[in-house]
């Protein structure tokens, strides 16, 4: 198999808005590369836009171990978590992202929705 023309069929497949179709394309790699950060974040986003989230936690989880300075996994690990209405586990990763990158708005919305929920408890 040639791993380089997967990813960027399977990339192509993310971008036209099969996330479902990425996803396959993506495991077998992911399975023969489990270094591969970029393939697994790939991965990772497949199963958030596909609602698969416990699958998208999962890959998110072994970014974030791997790679604690990884802001962005942080922020979609807590996306995926608030999602799966786990607001407090989600708060976590959230403060983490936004605190590494504080211009991203997205991430300081995120943080001050997720924020609201946990407090509003």
Known sequence: MDLLAEY?????FFEAGDPTGAARLLE????AEPGNSSVRQLLARAYF????????E???RELVDRDPSDHYAHHVLGRTLER????ADALRH????AAMYSTNTDYTEA???????????
């Open 8 to 12: 960027r069929r399977a990339t192509m």
């Open 28 to 31: 077998p790699i992911v399975e």
């Open 49 to 56: 836009q596909s609602a698969q989230l416990n699958r998208a």
């Open 58 to 60: 999962e890959q998110l």
């Open 84 to 87: 799966m209405n786990r607001p």
């Open 94 to 97: 959230l403060r983490i992202a």
């Open 111 to 121: 943080l001050r929705r997720v924020e609201g929920k946990v407090g509003g408890r």
